[in-house]
């Protein structure tokens, strides 16, 4: 199975501050990485997909970066909005896994 | 508008069983594959079960493998989880997600949930 380690697992900002989260593959899994946001008491949205396409109606301040085993999520200013809880997951191969979140808040 | 509604959750004895389902709207189900993603109280997203959009291959999570099957009705537009043998560590928020077109494993609309407790 592909381990995915996500750091860090929680961090505080401030309102415009640029935001930045890692996730680290065990083993090459090309550019098949999607990034989600989950708010409390909601289903996961789908932010980022092929590790750097914006999905349609995600803000522009969302962005993704990497290839291989190395990814890197960023929001360039933080929103007040975007308080939540983020997730990157591989579909490279089954079982499909996910990093451990990042919590964000302000 | 694109949806996915679940139901079927609810308190359970260990061993018992539950069948989860999946109202889908807004699309045609039998175009997309479709998953089953769980998450313990408190806990991040744990994959549990995909079906391919025409039915030729199912996969599942080592841990539920021979406990869960998982099926689709397109004439109702609905997907299952059928849930067998349960034990207290398949405590979790159960949503269902579609595949973006022809993106195995890129899930890109999920409902809001549905609650499963295993307890005595």
């Known amino acids: 199975d592909i381990q995915m380690t996500q750091s860090p697992s929680s961090l505080s900002a401030s309102v415009g501050d640029r935001v930045t989260i890692t996730c680290q593959a065990s083993q090459d899994i090309t550019n098949y990485l999607t990034w989600y946001q989950q708010k409390p008491g909601k289903g996961p949205r789908l932010l980022i997909y092929?590790?750097?396409s914006l999905e349609t109606g995600v803000p522009s301040r969302f962005s993704g970066s990497g290839s291989g085993t190395d990814f890197t999520f960023t929001i360039s200013s933080l929103q007040p909005e975007d308080i939540a809880t983020y997730y990157c997951?591989?579909?490279?191969?089954?079982?499909?896994?996910f990093g451990g979140g990042t919590k964000v808040e302000i | 508008q694109v949806q996915l509604v679940e139901s079927g959750g609810g308190v359970v004895q260990p061993g018992g069983s539950l069948r989860l389902s999946c109202a889908a709207s807004g699309f045609t189900l039998s175009n997309y594959g479709m998953h089953w993603v769980r998450q313990a109280p408190g806990k991040g997203l744990e994959w549990v079960s995909f079906i391919r959009y025409d039915e030729s291959d199912k996969n599942y999570v080592d841990s539920v493998k021979g406990r869960f099957t998982i099926s689709r009705d397109n004439s109702k537009n609905t997907l299952y989880l059928q849930m067998n043998s349960l034990r207290a560590e398949d405590t979790a928020v159960y949503y269902c997600a579609k595949d973006k077109y022809r993106r195995v494993g890129l899930m890109d609309v999920w409902g809001k949930g549905t609650t499963v407790a295993v307890s005595s």
């Open positions: 092929d590790a750097s």
């Open positions: 997951q591989q579909y490279d191969s089954f079982p499909l896994t």
